[in-house]
């Protein structure tokens, strides 16, 4: 059986290992072939090129890369008509992978994606486009499923991978150990993205957040997981820059640690701030995206929710405050992330409402997910 997959960022890489993982203990002749990063090919996939060749975000930056978008979906395109697979799956990734999978099916394989666009939110006509490119959306949260299925979509509820990896519980004092934190300061955890324009745009803003933060709490100290070490390089050279006696460590990967190792968090939107809700840490979220991509998504009033954090649409509340584009300063992050580490009422609030939503995303949503697809292809096994 040969599988297609592909990921394109951090989040999808995540997603797609747990995936890989649950497929080839079914089926474990399986072979797996796309466009992975470490952890699917760890998992046992093979990848045709380096994932970050995807990660672009932001309409923008988008249109900077699209000849190189274009060219390398096309190649992906052909490799599948050439070696048809049993059946493709896009995780995530909605702009490059639908093209792709509509493509794929119109030739008869098989098409699946995993996590539904949020077409709840923005964009709703994309709806059309995702009918004609699925055979099935795996949906990741629980109000997807109903919603595309009234638009003609097949889906089905799988729960989400990370609901299932990450503890109900986990201990402060063993993640603070694990990362050599101090065991007897406040700690702040700091997510400024893991893609490089969300690097260039956000890490200015949270390190002079951590300064101001510092100012007023002299005893803070601050813990700043980086994906990758061209990541690593840019944050490094603003800290240089901008604060280089700030009592910080920076970390490879690891965001997990460094946020149950955090009283509170600063973070990018994004797939951190679900990994946030999850770990029980109350946050702050902030986001910048090019000046013209906003300005874009505001004219043309593309989002349709009232929050842009998932934390924040899955609690129906903003316990998570939010700083987009001009608001996205260190004189109002620093203040919002001080009020939440004093704060011992909400943070037990938080906590109540992350619990509950966190077992109701439990649902081994690798293994639903797998026997979805096996059955879509007529090969499921028990």
Aim: hydrophobic fraction near 50%; aromatic fraction near 6%; charge should be positive.
């Amino acid at each position: 059986m040969l599988i297609g997959i592909v990921a394109n960022e951090a989040s999808g890489d995540l997603l797609g290992a747990a995936l890989v993982r649950e497929l080839r203990q079914r089926v474990p002749s399986a072979r797996f072939v796309g466009v992975a990063g470490s952890h699917m090919q760890d998992a046992g996939c093979e990848t045709l090129f380096e994932m970050e060749r995807l990660s672009v975000m932001g309409l923008t930056e988008v249109l900077g890369h699209l000849r190189e978008l274009l060219g390398l979906r096309n190649d992906l395109a052909r490799y599948f008509l050439a070696h048809r697979p049993n059946v493709f799956i896009g995780v995530d990734a909605p702009d490059f992978n639908l093209g792709l999978e509509r493509r794929l099916r119109e030739s008869g394989i098989k098409t699946v994606h995993l996590v539904s666009p949020t077409v709840w939110a923005w964009r709703p006509g994309r709806v059309k486009g995702i009918r004609r490119a699925v055979d099935l959306m795996l949906s990741v949260f629980p109000f997807e499923e109903s919603f595309l299925r009234a638009h003609g979509v097949p889906a089905t509820y799988v729960g989400h991978p990370l609901a299932d990896e990450i503890p109900l519980e986990v201990d402060q004092k063993t993640a603070r150990a694990a990362l050599e934190l101090p065991s007897d300061q406040p700690v702040i955890a700091i997510l400024p993205g893991s893609r490089v324009g969300e690097m260039r745009r956000l890490a200015a803003p949270f390190i002079e957040t951590a300064c101001q933060c510092l100012s007023v709490r002299p005893d803070l100290y601050f813990v700043v997981p980086l994906v990758n070490q061209t990541l690593r390089r840019f944050f490094i050279a603003e800290l240089a820059r901008l604060a280089p006696d700030l009592p910080i460590t920076l970390v490879d990967g690891r965001s997990r640690d460094a946020i149950a190792a955090a009283d509170v968090v600063l973070t990018a939107s994004g797939t951190a701030t679900l990994e946030t809700l999850l770990l029980k840490r109350p946050m702050v979220v902030a986001y910048r995206v090019h000046p013209i991509s906003y300005h874009l998504v505001k004219q043309l009033r593309l989002v349709k929710v009232p929050f842009i954090a998932m934390a924040n649409l899955l609690a129906g509340e903003a316990l998570a405050p939010e700083f987009i584009q001009d608001r996205c300063r260190a004189e109002l992050l620093a203040p919002a992330l001080l009020q939440l580490l004093d704060d011992r009422q909400q943070a037990a609030k938080i906590h109540a409402v992350y619990l509950r939503i966190h077992h109701e995303l439990r649902r081994n949503a690798a293994r639903e997910a797998a026997h979805a697809v096996l059955t879509l292809i007529g090969a499921a096994t028990s």
